[in-house]
């Protein structure tokens, strides 16, 4: 692993965090967006993090979302076009975060140099049955931005996050979309991603589960 990604990956580190917190289960999903990218360092991936655990990857290199372990190819069973759709959106979403990057370069009055921006968001519930959802925004691994799901606005952790705030806070119906699917969408996707994995570990466990018991239970802009 080359020191470009080895620095991304510190950086991605800082802004991701222990957001699992007391959560016994999440769904986390990661953007990352480069000024200056290099061999071996595409200029946008993303990860997608089942309990901590790498289930898919997409970067702008190969375009193609792709699932990181076997159990996640069960999701073609019910939609045949997952990874279709999924690598279709992402190709979109890079322009959008590249662009966002460029206005906060000028906000920081910085065009040159390497500079990253990151989106970090998810959810997951615990054993006793609450249930949270986050999304946050990073420049060079500082938070820029965060969500605060009851005001349906967003939370400027520097100077130069306020421009993007006012824009952002103007926009209702997007932040409301926003609160739907890390309070819902997103928990319907963690369900339905530990069933996959579940049932996997009973068949190689060569445990059948009774009739009934395996249930099939992004985007943030």
Same mark, same amino acid.
């Given at each position: ?18 957001? +699992?917190? +007391?959560?016994?289960? +999440? ?10 990218? #290099? =061999? ?44 279709? =759709?999924?690598?279709?959106?992402l190709r979109a979403t890079q322009r959008v975060l590249q662009e966002d990057l460029r206005n906060v370069q000028n906000r920081y009055k910085q065009k040159e140099g390497f500079h990253t921006w990151q989106v970090t968001y ?7 049955? #609450?249930?949270?959802?986050? +999304?946050?925004?990073?420049? =060079? ?53 530990? #069933? ?26």
């Amino acid at each position: 692993m080359g020191l470009c990604w080895m620095t991304l990956c510190l950086l991605a580190a800082l802004l991701l965090g222990d957001s +699992s917190g +007391s959560v016994g289960h +999440s769904l986390q999903y990661q953007y990352v967006v480069v000024s200056d990218p #290099s =061999d071996g360092l595409p200029q946008f991936f993303t990860v997608g993090y089942l309990d901590g655990q790498v289930i898919t990857y997409y970067d702008s290199v190969k375009k193609k979302k792709v699932p990181k372990v076997s159990w996640m190819e069960e999701v073609e069973k019910e939609d045949a076009n997952y990874w279709k =759709d999924g690598s279709r959106i992402l190709r979109a979403t890079q322009r959008v975060l590249q662009e966002d990057l460029r206005n906060v370069q000028n906000r920081y009055k910085q065009k040159e140099g390497f500079h990253t921006w990151q989106v970090t968001y998810g959810c997951g519930f615990t054993g006793n049955g #609450s249930k949270d959802g986050y +999304s946050q925004y990073g420049y =060079d691994g500082r938070t820029f931005l965060t969500f605060d799901k009851e005001t349906l606005s967003w939370v400027a952790s520097e100077p130069q996050a306020q421009i993007t705030k006012r824009n952002w806070d103007v926009n209702v119906p997007w932040s409301r979309r926003n609160k739907v699917y890390l309070e819902k969408e997103c928990i319907e996707w963690l369900e339905k991603y530990l #069933s996959y994995r579940r049932k996997e570990m009973l068949l190689k466990a060569g445990a059948y589960p009774r009739g009934g018991e395996i249930q099939c239970w992004i985007y943030s802009r």
